[in-house]
């Protein structure tokens, strides 16, 4: 049974261009969550899917920041005009439940 | 607001010695908590859990004790061994905003010295 996968594992794009982030869930869950690390800093939680539906995304900034789960296929989050304070590791944990989360590898976003 | 903290960002344990790391919260409705590790360059690993309806809980080298009246939890790791160096991140869930998830702590890079 394979992991959480995410790609790219590593993201270059300069100011202003659009970043998509890709999260594939083990196999039968269903819940998906997104979260940042700055660095020197911890996980800071951005938002929680189920399949087709947002849950809260309470921890996304109101602009430019988008997530989705789509019926088929993997988790998308994707980040519009990027700025240099968008640099960091974005990670997704996905769940059968609420009380488990198994962890990707994470995305490093840079923004040069 | 930081409703879960790790206020020792670094520990340097010898050996075979005991590792004891600490982790507070606020809110009181948390319901569950997690240990997570975390190596560079990969993502967080989940090591233990606990109840808020049990104060212990034990692994192996790990065990994870909660002290509800104090709203403190802490992580032992004992015997300490090299491959244990890692950041230790603490997870608290409960309901936030509406919904429930799960609230991190800031880490805490833990060093054993061989």
């Known amino acids: 049974n394979a992991g959480v996968m995410q790609n790219p594992r590593h993201l270059v794009r300069r100011r202003g261009q659009e970043a998509r982030l890709r999260c594939s869930p083990m196999?039968?869950?269903?819940?998906v969550y997104w979260y940042r690390q700055l660095p020197e800093e911890g996980l800071k939680f951005m938002v929680y899917?189920?399949?087709?539906?947002?849950?809260?995304e309470s921890g996304m900034p109101k602009e430019r920041f988008s997530a989705e789960f789509p019926k088929e296929g993997p988790s998308i989050l994707r980040i519009q005009q990027v700025v240099r304070g968008d640099s960091a590791a974005y990670f997704c944990?996905?769940?059968?439940?609420?009380?488990?989360?198994?962890f990707g590898p994470g995305t490093r976003l840079t923004v040069t | 607001d930081q409703q879960v903290k790790q206020n020792s960002p670094s520990l340097s344990v010898q050996e075979g010695r005991i590792s004891i790391l600490n982790c507070d919260y606020t809110n009181s409705m948390f319901d569950y908590f997690l240990w997570y590790k975390k190596y560079p360059a990969e993502g967080p690993t989940f090591l233990i859990s606990i109840s808020s309806i049990k104060d212990k809980n034990e692994d192996g080298r790990f065990t994870v004790f909660l002290n509800k009246s104090a709203k403190h939890l802490s992580l032992h790791i004992v015997p300490s061994q090299p491959g244990d160096s890692a950041v230790y991140f603490c997870a608290a869930k409960g309901v936030t905003s509406g919904t429930y998830k799960y609230i991190f702590g800031t880490g805490t890079r833990l060093k054993v010295l061989a």
């Open positions: 944990a996905s769940g059968k439940g609420l009380n488990e989360q198994y």
């Open positions: 196999k039968g869950h269903s819940h």
């Open positions: 899917l189920q399949k087709e539906n947002i849950i809260d």
